[in-house]
């Protein structure tokens, strides 16, 4: 009986290593692929005129490649992402948590994991229909497809990463930590947010990198509500483009070094993805040691 459970066992194990190795395989795959694709252009045009470069043509007389703007744009419209929708998320996530009737906990997750579910075109149908519309007339503006415009969906298609994961951190603490605070003259509010939220903080930690991640990858939502232009994004109402639109928007008739360009486009916005991820781990490491 001992030998069927320990083969049993050693079986399972083998499964999962080789679906971590298969994982491991295609995300090596993919950074050799982007590698091989993207240095090319970035060795003929120039690193510093690539990166810092501030006009892009790709299909000019004389085709300039800066993804600078591109760059900035990104930045910007995932940090104001986050400026909104990390708060939003949050509050929500200690509510449900911690607070919200039981009725009200389900009613809401629910409208959470619908909000998950809603594809990323139908986010940008919604934003270019109203959303844009409604930014023109509020500011009396030309155009309302602008960096305001792509942050704000951004902000609402991060929300449901953001609460669903605080949530489960949050509900993994244990009781006895909120026990003690209590019965040691804390207030329920008090409890929450310097008990159970600090308890928690490397599961919100990651449901912020989770909604980091969503907001710079996101490119069909995005490309339909700012305007994909490849301006700087000086103002909120700039109509501009990120760099998953830049590439979205070319590949399908881009060819020789324009292709090239679009390839060392997304090997950038690999490697940002991977310092982010590479930032979250070390921020934990550092509190796990701590």
Same mark, same amino acid.
């Given at each position: 009986m001992k030998t069927k459970n320990n083969l049993f066992e050693n079986f399972v194990h083998g499964v999962f290593l080789i679906l971590g190795l298969i994982t491991v395989g295609c995300v090596l795959l993919i950074s050799i692929y982007l590698i091989v694709s993207g240095i090319p252009a970035i060795r003929e045009i120039g690193l510093i005129e690539f990166l810092f470069g501030t006009e892009w043509a790709s299909t000019a007389a004389e085709p300039k490649y800066g993804i600078l703007p591109f760059i900035l744009t990104s930045v910007y419209g995932t940090g104001g992402a986050i400026l909104i929708g990390v708060p939003v998320g949050f509050l929500t996530a200690v509510y449900l948590a911690k607070i919200a009737p039981k009725r009200v906990k389900q009613v809401i997750e629910q409208a959470v994991s619908l909000l998950a579910g809603i594809p990323s075109? *139908?986010?940008?149908?919604? $934003?270019?229909? *109203?959303? *844009? %519309?409604?930014?023109?007339?509020?500011?009396?503006? %030309?155009? $309302?497809? !602008?960096?305001? !415009?792509a942050i704000i969906v951004l902000a609402v298609m991060i929300l449901p990463s953001i609460i669903k994961m605080s949530i489960t951190a949050l509900e993994a603490v244990p009781k006895e930590y909120e026990d003690a605070s209590l019965a040691l003259g804390a207030t329920p509010e008090e409890t929450y947010f310097r008990v159970s939220v600090p308890a928690a903080k490397s599961g919100i930690a990651a449901a912020v990198v989770m909604g980091v991640g969503r907001a710079i990858g996101e490119a069909m939502a995005v490309m339909m509500v700012a305007g994909n232009a490849p301006n700087m994004p000086d103002s909120l109402f700039q109509s501009v483009r990120f760099l998953t639109t830049a590439v979205a928007s070319e590949m399908s008739y881009s060819s020789g070094l324009q292709k090239q360009a679009l390839f060392s486009i997304a090997l950038v916005l690999f490697l940002f993805i991977m310092l982010i991820n590479a930032a979250l781990n070390f921020f934990l490491k550092g509190e796990k040691k701590s």
């Open positions: 075109v *139908v986010y940008g149908l919604v $934003g270019m229909m *109203v959303l *844009v %519309p409604g930014v023109r007339k509020l500011f009396n503006i %030309p155009d $309302g497809a !602008s960096l305001l !415009s």
